[in-house]
């Protein structure tokens, strides 16, 4: 069943250098019970269309110039703020990448669960420390009961981000937004956190909307993947057809930059260039500068192929069968 | 030691800096001073008995009379005065621990309602002049026991008979040109400017912090506008905008004098809290509030408020000593409340006449007052400041 459904969505900021088009006309789907990878290089414009979702673009110089984001068919960019506001926290939570900061320092982690409670559940506070105890058991904190009452500063990152997360479930959401929500932990936490999302998908049919840079992760946790470039959506697939059969030839360089994708010996691959600036995003496709299968038609829009079942390739030249096989080697 | 809130932390580091410590213990023995005033100076006798009659205080009842203290603001010092030695009994000598917010809200009714009785309270015994009274009926051979405070003398009460005294045992400072008692109306003088220092900074920290914030928050237009506001403020020469200011009102009381003073200083906590609005307002905790549903006096009040209160508390204890240098210089130029004992009203009557100790006193008293409100206000900086804290 489909959760969320974004059409054609364009995010972009005014600056006083000019309009960067952040987020320019991308759709993708996420189902119940369903982990979807977004991934792409730093600046692609994950995290603004993560934000757009809750409409929490800072404003000015942001803004959704058009699109649709459904939710239960619900449009959420044209609701009112209100109506908004009662989704948020309660039927879509967010959790951020920097557990540091996260949280407001003057609260205790106990209070600032007890907000979001009362505020979506009317929660009393008795009802509401029994909830938050469950909740910290639930992501994984020792002693919970004593936690509650425990200041941020007095918790590590990996214990702060759970609180995160605790906040985020608290309210049982049937979408999360986890925007890199592992990148500033250590590993073991890393993979702890990640094995609590593939849980909450299995046991609740929670839907997660995974934003990384890490394909590793990826490849452990998603169902389906939606890689981004300069604002846009190149490809989607889900995790299996990504892997064995990357379309687009900027998920193949992708791919290829990972340390266990190159042959023992051989020297990491990077794609060349770098991710040209939202100033002057280049005509027709934008990976065109740096791609190797460039040819002159890809000044034009990129048409959609569809390669798979559910598998589709914004590009004009995208690989076929088995043939970026031969790319990698 | 295990409580580990950002106040207490604070408090911990700035019991560290042993000056603006004491300072602090001083600024508050001055604030004792200043409810006790009573008790040390007045020209009512604590306990009065004429032959055998019955035993009566003066002092007591005059505290709530309208006659005596002309003043709202002395009445409410005397108020808790009155409710300052019970509660000092419950808190001090009993073996009260935890912090006891019933007694603590008794107490606060008690000193609305005692407030309220002394708005209909009018003794008609107020204007007698009890030292006069007694020499009045040992003369006519009535037999007169009575305990006066220490400095048997009303600020207010006129001796023309003994004008411009030099100092004395009677008159540790001497009287002035009407002959007050000059050390009795310092003590009072205390009153005027703990509550100058006090109610102005409270005044204009609300509106400094409100506007801020919302520029802060907002952004954009409201930003600019209220950004220009602070811009026009600060354009003027705050005195001259005092001076301007204080020659529209006809009959000044001390109240108008807090008043311009807190509208000449809003723009300082206006322009920080601005500033720390505009700093949190892209912290991640205060996305995430937004993100759970929170609304925006919610995301202002209760998240991003807390953050941005330490500076703004620092710079209200730098404020508490420029309201007191403001009002004194505004009373010293001759455009306070004539009708109030404050430090500038007596300094500027030292200056009127010449008399040194008249000058020396409030001169001293000021600088010293305001000296403690700096260290204890350099002492909290610090104490704010985390790359200082061990
Ligand atoms: N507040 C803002 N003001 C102006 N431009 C912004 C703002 N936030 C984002 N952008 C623009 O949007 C682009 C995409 O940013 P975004 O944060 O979505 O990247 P990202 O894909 O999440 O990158 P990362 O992996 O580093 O988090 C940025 O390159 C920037 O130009
Ligand atoms: S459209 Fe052309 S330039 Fe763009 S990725 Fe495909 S081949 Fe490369
Ligand atoms: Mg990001």
Redesign the pocket.
Known sequence: MKLLEIHDLK?H?F?DAGI?P??DGISFEINQGEILGVV????????????SILRI??EP??RIVAGRILFDGHDLVSMPIEALRKIRGRDIAMIF?EPMTSLNPVYTVGEQLREVLSLHLGLDDDAARARIVEMFSLVGISEPAMRVDAYPHQMSGGMKQRVMIAMALCCSPRLLIA??PTTALDVTVQAQILNLLVKLRDERGLGVML?T?DLGVVAETCDRVVV?YA?RVVETACVQDLFAHPSHPYTVGLLQSLPDAAKPGSRLQTIPGN?P???NFPTGCRFRDRCSRASSACSLEPPLHVVGDGHEVRCHHPYQGGEHEHAIA | MSSARYSDLVWHQFKKYTLAYRSLQMLVALLLLAVFAPLLASDKPLLWRVSNGPWESPWFWSLFDRNVYEGTLDIVFNVMLVLGVPSFFLFFVGAVREPPVRTLRVLLVLFGILLLFTLFHHPSHAKISYPDLEKIMIAEGQEVTSVYPLLPFGFQSVDLSNVRSPISWAHPLGTDNAGRDVCTRMIYGTRISMTVGLFSVALYMVIGTILGALAGYYGGRVDALILRLIEVMLSIPSLFLILAMAAFVEKRSIFHVMLIIAAVLWTTPARLVRGEFMRLR?MEFVVAAVASGFGKRHIMFREMLPNALGPVLVTATFGVASSILIESTVSFLGLGDITVPSWGQILNTGRSTGMWTLILAPGIAIFITVSLLNLVGEGLRDAMDPKLRQ
């Open positions: 995010t900021f600056t960067l952040s987020v792409g290089e730093s600046g692609c414009g994950k995290s603004v269309t993560a934000m673009i800072p110089p942001g990448q925007d890199e934003i840079h981004m604002g991710v600036s939202p100033l | 892209s």
